[in-house]
């Protein structure tokens, strides 16, 4: 398996991803016009041929026989060219010394704090390739994307993570508080925000803070919580380094998790290494291992050994980075606990 940036010639492959993930991958419709034209752009940003604030990074998982099973993506910086609302849940305290009474009430403020940041988004796997290390090595494999490139990126990543619904796919907290400013179900308003119409949320929804004790407690429930299925991304992501510090998707109320690139794991230890051709053993930990190009990037995990400066690893894992011995990768442990036995 390898991970490396998608093409035009992906376009197929993409789309039926695209309907398989259905209506809650809003980052990747099934569009045929739309990802086309995703795939010219993130052409042009593995190029290093536009700024920042449109970098869109799209990398497909691919096996060895060429089938694409997965995507993932990173954007170089969010709500530069369209404004990015999160809500961010605070407290509002009032007191009344008369009556003896003081009420902490949660309220949530309408901001746009995570504005120049960076995103990892639009991750789908095909369910019948969800086992192993495959989810794995496509969500961190980008992660080590950026500690090569760390000059594309902000300070910190942020993933929306998709919140909580009940089983027609109804949110609790959009029927509470979103439905009554914007006369849309759900889908729609989630669908326009996916496709980067987001000067709708600035023109309908209120400035003002909103106390949660108004909405429903079916709504009051779903705050910062993530939808089931995505709970597998998220705790591979909090492995890594990423925390919940309040802030909240507009929609769904999902939490939206933050990590300065310096306190991720896959950036803060990996290291540049000499590729060397070998037999790992048996015991040899998994590393997450990146060929250190940007337009012809690879990425792999793979059984390898540490030998001083040298990462020993077979010939095919060799073929898959498209290296030879003697070329630099930059690596890591896929896991924290193969970290701590290399170090030992």
């Known amino acids: 398996m390898i991970v490396r940036p998608a093409q035009i010639t992906d376009l197929p492959a993409l789309l039926a991803l695209a309907r398989q993930a259905g209506p809650v991958l809003t980052t990747l419709p099934a569009s ?5 034209h995703r795939l010219r752009w993130t052409q042009r940003a593995f190029a290093g041929q536009i700024e920042r604030a449109d970098a869109d990074y799209l990398f497909v998982l691919e096996d060895d026989d060429q089938q694409v099973l997965g995507i993932s993506a990173l954007t170089g910086a969010i ?5 990015w609302y999160n809500y961010r849940l605070g407290m509002t305290v009032s007191s009344s010394p008369d009556l003896g009474i003081q009420r902490h009430i949660p309220t949530l403020f309408l ?3 995570m504005t120049g940041q960076s995103e990892i988004c639009s991750l789908f796997l095909r369910p019948d390739q969800r086992q192993g290390s495959h989810g794995r090595l496509l969500s961190v494999g980008r992660l ?8 594309l990126f902000g300070e910190k990543l942020i993933a ?4 909580r619904a009940d089983e027609q796919g109804c949110s609790p907290f959009w029927d509470s508080l979103g439905r009554h400013f914007f006369k849309m179900d759900f889908n729609h308003a989630h669908h ?3 496709l980067g119409s987001k000067s709708f949320i600035a023109e309908l929804m209120p400035r003002q803070p909103l106390y949660t004790c108004l909405l429903t407690e079916q709504a009051q429930a779903v705050i910062g919580k993530a939808h089931p299925n995505t ?6 992501l909090t492995a890594e380094g990423f925390t919940h510090e309040g802030y909240i998707d507009i929609f769904d109320a999902g939490p939206v998790i933050e990590a300065p690139l310096s306190k991720i794991r896959s950036v803060r230890d990996s290291q540049a290494l000499v590729l060397a051709i070998g037999t790992p053993d048996d015991q040899a930990p998994i590393w997450l291992i990146h060929n250190r190009r940007l337009e012809n990037c690879r ?6 050994r540490l030998a001083g400066n040298d990462l020993v690893v077979d010939r095919l894992t060799a073929k898959r980075l498209q290296l030879q011995p003697g070329d630099s990768v930059r690596a890591v442990p896929l896991l924290r606990s193969q970290a701590q036995a290399v170090a030992a």
């Open 32 to 36: 045929e016009e739309r990802l086309a």
């Open 231 to 236: 709970e597998p991304a998220l705790k591979i």
């Open 299 to 304: 990425i792999t995990a793979a059984p390898a």
């Open 79 to 83: 709500g530069l060219r369209e404004p």
């Open 111 to 113: 901001n746009n704090e």
């Open 144 to 151: 080590l994307f950026v500690a090569e490139f760390p000059h």
């Open 192 to 194: 326009l925000s996916g």
């Open 160 to 163: 929306e993570l998709r919140g």
